[in-house]
């Protein structure tokens, strides 16, 4: 059973990846799972289709009301990573974890033409893009630290930043992936490639949490108005 998990924001080809694994390598795909879910629906999956089964599934970070923002995306990080840990135990299980970025400039400029979906939380798309990467920075600190371990392996995942990067470059760095073949999966990111693109993703979280404290000393003054 191939399996591919694709997380990251809004706005970063998530949909765009999970439609050329479906349209050009017959992988089913599946939208708006959330982690709680995911091995559940994995085994029932496997079991109708057999070991055969190619799967890509994407995570959404947006399983939150207003109130329970603040507090969800900690617990929405951890639930994601021991969801993914479980069902890399099943049988046969050929697991890859994408995390597929992209920084918020560009995110802003891609959602010019369509409503984020935590707009009518926060406010505004700014404070939704933000808000939301938040949550996806969480989830990336707790992956580095499986890798660092060794509970995830360079072979189970796959970072990708897509900023300042088209369709046609996403379907590239698919096509290098083999699928047509289905060889047995060789490390997804090298060592160099890995620390050079946490390098970079750490930056925008060094500016997230300087950020993050400066909406917090302005006490969300748009809600506390409202």
Do not use: W
């Amino acid at each position: 059973m191939e399996l591919r998990i694709v997380v990251g924001p809004s706005g970063s080809g998530k949909r765009t990846r999970l439609s050329i694994l479906q349209d050009l390598y017959g992988f089913m795909t599946i939208t708006g799972v959330h982690p709680r879910r995911l091995v559940q629906l994995v085994q029932r999956l496997r079991d109708i289709q057999g070991p055969t089964l190619r799967l890509a599934i994407d995570i959404p970070a947006i399983p939150f009301d207003a109130d329970a923002l603040s507090t969800s995306y900690d617990s929405y990080a951890e639930e994601c990573i021991q969801s993914f840990l479980a069902v890399k135990q099943l049988p046969d299980c050929d697991l890859m974890i994408i995390f597929q970025y992209c920084g918020q400039t560009e995110l802003a400029r891609r959602l010019t033409f369509g409503a984020h979906p935590l707009i009518h939380t926060v406010g505004d798309t700014p404070a939704a893009i933000f808000a939301e990467c938040d949550v996806q920075v969480q989830l990336f600190a707790r992956l580095c630290a499986k890798y660092d371990n060794g509970e995830l392996s360079g072979r189970e995942l796959l970072f990708s930043d897509r900023t300042g990067k088209s369709a046609e470059q996403l379907r590239e760095e698919i096509s290098q992936r083999r699928y047509l073949r289905r060889p047995r999966p060789v490390a997804s990111t090298s060592p160099g490639d890995f620390q050079q693109l946490r390098a970079g993703i750490e930056k925008e979280i060094a500016a997230l949490l300087v950020a993050r404290e400066h909406r917090e000393s302005r006490g969300f003054a748009q809600r506390t108005e409202a």
